[in-house]
């Protein structure tokens, strides 16, 4: 079984931040690889600002390139809108892969807003990344008034794929500052240098254009 962790986002754009998360991740967790889903459209974040997906996947390869990250845009190609569906499709197209969902804790407090929640908890262990800011109203809000009694002592989050889901393990790393909403207020172009670049999915080898404009929670 190849250990897989799985990181969603809108990487608008992808930065410095989300490799050293994911990097920190592999290591924690002992994962072969870590999967970058980067997302056609979240439902929760407004459409204004958002660039096109091919740019985004095009900024997250950049930034995975030389690490056991592989940026992907495979939803597209699932056409799944929601998570769990996402989830659901992957575990049973990728049989040889065990998959942990990988998670900040700003989203953790966003969780109960998510389609059919608790059966992502059930398809997979997740693993939440503390964030500043965020991990007190994390733990009071209403996912883990459910999620509480499946957490994981730290010290076991090597041996995740021995867990049975439910199960969740908190990870703490130095706090990194870097955002994507900070890269955009600098140059709110930046997508401009990835336009008009063949582009080809490093999981599923298909072309990635301009297409839809579902989201995924």
Same mark, same amino acid.
């Given at each position: 079984?190849?250990?897989?962790?799985?990181?969603?986002?809108?990487? +608008?754009?992808?930065?410095?931040?989300?490799?050293?998360?994911?990097?920190?991740?592999?290591?924690?967790?002992?994962?072969?690889?870590?999967?970058?889903?980067?997302?056609?459209?979240?439902?929760?974040?407004?459409?204004?600002?958002?660039?096109?997906?091919?740019?985004?996947?095009?900024?997250?390869?950049?930034?995975?390139?030389?690490?056991?990250?592989?940026?992907?845009?495979?939803?597209?190609?699932?056409?799944?809108?929601?998570?769990?569906?996402?989830?659901?499709?992957?575990?049973?197209?990728?049989? +040889?892969?065990?998959?942990?969902?990988?998670?900040?804790?700003?989203?953790? @407090?966003?969780?109960?807003?998510?389609?059919?929640?608790?059966?992502?908890?059930?398809?997979?262990?997740?693993?939440? @990344?503390?964030?500043?800011?965020?991990?007190?109203?994390?733990?009071?809000?209403?996912?883990?008034?459910?999620? $509480?009694?499946?957490?994981?002592?730290?010290?076991?989050?090597?041996?995740?794929?021995?867990?049975?889901?439910?199960?969740?393990?908190?990870?703490?790393?130095?706090?990194?500052? $870097?955002?994507?909403?900070?890269?955009?207020?600098?140059?709110?172009?930046?997508?401009?240098?990835?336009?008009?670049?063949?582009?080809?999915?490093?999981?599923?080898?298909?072309?990635?254009?301009?297409?839809?404009?579902?989201?995924?929670?």
């Amino acid at each position: 079984m190849i250990a897989t962790g799985l990181l969603g986002g809108s990487f +608008n754009p992808a930065h410095g931040g989300h490799r050293a998360i994911s990097l920190n991740a592999i290591d924690a967790l002992c994962l072969d690889e870590l999967w970058w889903l980067v997302s056609p459209g979240n439902p929760l974040k407004p459409k204004a600002g958002m660039a096109p997906l091919p740019a985004r996947l095009a900024s997250a390869r950049r930034m995975a390139r030389r690490s056991p990250i592989r940026a992907t845009a495979i939803e597209t190609e699932l056409g799944t809108r929601y998570t769990v569906d996402t989830l659901k499709k992957l575990i049973r197209r990728y049989p +040889n892969r065990r998959f942990i969902w990988i998670m900040g804790a700003d989203n953790l @407090v966003q969780l109960p807003q998510w389609r059919d929640w608790r059966e992502i908890a059930r398809l997979m262990p997740i693993a939440v @990344v503390a964030r500043p800011g965020y991990n007190d109203r994390a733990h009071a809000r209403r996912a883990m008034g459910w999620l $509480r009694r499946f957490v994981r002592p730290a010290d076991q989050k090597k041996h995740w794929t021995d867990w049975r889901p439910p199960a969740l393990v908190f990870l703490r790393f130095s706090p990194d500052v $870097r955002s994507a909403t900070a890269i955009r207020q600098a140059n709110p172009r930046w997508f401009e240098r990835y336009e008009g670049r063949a582009l080809r999915d490093p999981v599923t080898r298909s072309h990635i254009a301009e297409s839809t404009k579902k989201g995924r929670i």
